[in-house]
């Protein structure tokens, strides 16, 4: 086991990342310098007997008030997942870590499916508690519930015909009325962001400001982040932002204006970003959270609909796995931040 430390250890590492299945842009070095200086990074590597990199687990550190520092790791471990002597290495450096920066806590919300019994049982037995009753968005940092699509070794055809015939019938609908798409350049994230700033007023959640995704560009675009604006008799009318990482695609961010929504330009935004990751011959195109409460009642329940039309697989992550070093702190900790999160909430819900 050893840390990524130097330019040499970042490019293995780098590699290593961009090869493996179970590649996750959140894992990367690269969305880690979206998070500075806010957070702090640390990778772990884990090694056989020759040297090689057969695991690793990119965390992040950021020192709370009162509490003091925790360490967080979203969609990692990346290795074999049942490889009991790998996870072992990744949690040894995890102490290590926390013992450098008197961590009260690590966190993994790991790209694992919940139904996955032979992890859970590997992770409790080396010291790992499960959170395991997260339902909403605000439960957990990263969504527990999210579609994905199968798209490895597939045509357009193949995936265009498996999706539901309302989600065809819209796709070619916002072709037929005159949408257009276009890639556009970090300077086109100002009219991004004015979409996006409409769509949070619309559906109630807070935005990041310009600043962030511009950050996010200087540090993935344009090879891992494009964006993406729908146009309307040459006005922007929506946008998406997908990231392309190893052998995935995420649609990360999307934003629609008030106005033009009968054009259906989301459906058509869509199936420019599956079409651009089959061409990159990806494995799966991650169409990110949902709701876990399926229900006709539930405010989230259009957009669970929206992502279902396109065929992809409703999957519930294994959710929160977490080691407390020093748990009465960490309980503490915990409380206050429902409480942060439930007040945030309710401030939106009055605004």
């Avoid at 009968?262 to 599956?274: D, R, S, V």
């Avoid at 006709?296 to 396109?310: M, N």
């Avoid at 748990?327 to 605004?351: D, G």
Wanted: one cysteine or more.
């Amino acid at each position: 086991m050893k840390f990524v430390t130097d330019e040499d250890s970042r490019r293995q590492y780098k590699q290593f990342l961009e090869k493996h299945e179970r590649c996750n842009f959140q894992q990367s070095l690269e969305w880690a310098k979206v998070k500075e200086p806010n957070w702090k990074s640390e990778v772990i590597l884990a090694e056989d007997e020759e040297g090689n990199i057969i695991g690793s687990l990119c965390v992040w550190i950021r020192k709370m008030p009162i509490f003091g520092n925790i360490m967080y790791s979203p969609r990692g471990p990346v290795c074999d997942i049942h490889d009991i002597a790998v996870l072992k290495q990744i949690t040894q450096g995890a102490k290590e870590l926390a013992k450098k920066y008197n961590a009260i806590v690590l966190r993994i919300e790991p790209d694992i499916e919940s139904e996955d019994q032979i992890f859970r049982d590997i992770v409790t037995n080396i010291g790992y508690k499960i959170k395991d009753d997260a339902k909403n968005f605000q439960d957990e940092i990263q969504p527990r519930y999210v579609f994905r699509l199968d798209i490895k070794d597939k045509t357009e055809e193949e995936i265009f015909a498996g999706f539901a015939q309302k989600t065809r019938y819209n796709v070619r609908l916002a072709t037929k009325k005159g949408v257009v798409i276009k890639e556009g350049k970090k300077e086109d994230l100002k009219e991004f962001h004015k979409i996006m700033v409409e769509t949070g007023a619309r559906d109630g959640f807070i935005i990041r400001p310009l600043s962030y995704f511009e950050k996010m560009y200087d540090c993935l675009g344009p090879k891992h982040m494009k964006i993406l604006l729908a146009y309307h008799e040459d006005k922007p009318i929506a946008g998406v932002i997908p990231i392309f990482y190893g052998n995935k695609t995420w649609y990360l961010y999307g934003a629609s204006s008030n106005k033009h929504r009968n054009l259906m330009p989301n459906y058509l935004l869509q199936w420019e970003m599956i079409k651009m990751a089959i061409e990159r011959k990806d494995d799966i195109y991650d169409f990110r959270g949902v709701s876990g409460v399926v229900d006709e009642s539930h405010p989230q329940y259009g957009l669970y609909r929206f992502k279902k039309g396109f065929g992809a697989k409703f999957t519930e992550f294994i959710g929160e796995i977490y080691i407390p070093y020093h748990p009465l702190k960490y309980k503490l900790y915990k409380f206050s931040e429902k409480a942060f999160r439930t007040i945030r909430q309710l401030k939106l819900k009055f605004k």
